[in-house]
């Protein structure tokens, strides 16, 4: 094989595989199934993870990071990243790919950044970590990236710490922090969830414009069904840690292919609000949920 066709082989192999993936929680009073049996692949493209609360949406990113704890297990009949067994992978190796190569944008900024700490110096450790970069490379590495997320005054910025910056900044300095290190993937659990409708927006831009530029995987987790339709190139609905149906986020909004939707994903549909079709959207909410079990 020549180079120029190993190169495209690399290419063109999925940053991620996950087969009949589990994540169990055994306690006194049984086994909670917290995933069960989810299966997918990720390329270079923005892959939408969408279901309630408690769906399992969550554990699944965390799972893939190795974050689950104790007493958590996690099973699985193929993970790998970029063809490399996350399964048999040793804790170290987990540990330098985490961060590197695949980041977790969590929920709540607030509480994944120390308050004790600048937010800068925050954001230029995970930089150091990953980089051999003295400290005044790694605070103009990350000066630069506090402007890549349209944080105004980036030098100001740096020296604040988390109380002192507002819920829509420290999402982007979440963000900031795991781009850094420039991953091939980033999964954002909610990374807009408490956020204001116009920043919500500006969010998505950066993020959209992240992922085009540097080519990188996205796993977007929400339970906002618009954002995720007109955001991401394709959805997975959840509930009860299974995987209901995977789609093309388009066919979210195509009013011909829901007479073949999942009934859990037009469920979903239904809630959202249609002052049009209020009795449509009524009788999908009172259809029979035994399928749910």
Not at 109 to 114: R, Y
Request: hydrophobic share 40%.
């Amino acid at each position: 094989m020549n180079q120029s066709a190993m190169n495209e082989s690399t290419r063109e192999q999925p940053l991620l595989e996950l087969d009949n993936l589990r994540v169990d929680f055994h306690t006194p009073t049984g086994i909670v199934q917290a995933v069960r049996g989810l299966s997918f692949t990720l390329g270079r493209e923005r892959l939408g993870i969408v279901g309630e609360s408690g769906s399992g949406k969550s554990m699944t990113g965390r799972a893939i990071l190795d974050l689950i704890p104790h007493p958590g297990e996690v099973r699985a009949d193929r993970l790998t990243y970029r063809g490399q067994d996350l399964l048999t992978m040793d804790k170290r190796a987990r540990r330098k790919l985490r961060g590197r190569h695949i980041s977790m944008v969590m929920q709540d900024p607030k509480f994944s950044l120390n308050p004790v700490r600048t937010v800068g110096d925050q954001i230029a450790e995970a930089y150091r970590v990953h980089h051999k970069a003295s400290a005044r490379e790694a605070r103009q590495r990350s000066l630069a990236m506090l402007e890549q997320v349209q944080i105004r005054e980036p030098a100001r910025v740096y020296e604040l710490y988390p109380h002192e910056v507002s819920g829509g900044m420290g999402q982007r300095v979440m963000i900031a922090m795991m781009l850094i290190a420039e991953p091939d993937i980033l999964i954002a659990d909610e990374p807009t969830s408490a956020l204001d409708v116009t920043v919500q927006l500006q969010m998505l831009k950066i993020l959209d414009d992240l992922v085009t530029q540097r080519g990188m995987g996205l796993i977007f987790i929400s339970h906002d069904l618009h954002l995720v339709q007109s955001f991401c190139d394709r959805v997975i609905v959840m509930y009860g840690g299974k995987a209901m149906e995977t789609l093309p986020a388009a066919e979210l909004a195509d009013e011909s292919a829901r007479a073949r939707r999942h009934p859990y994903t037009l469920g979903l549909l239904g809630c959202l609000p249609d002052l049009d079709h209020p009795r449509e959207t009524l009788a999908t909410l009172n259809r029979d949920p035994a399928w749910l079990a």
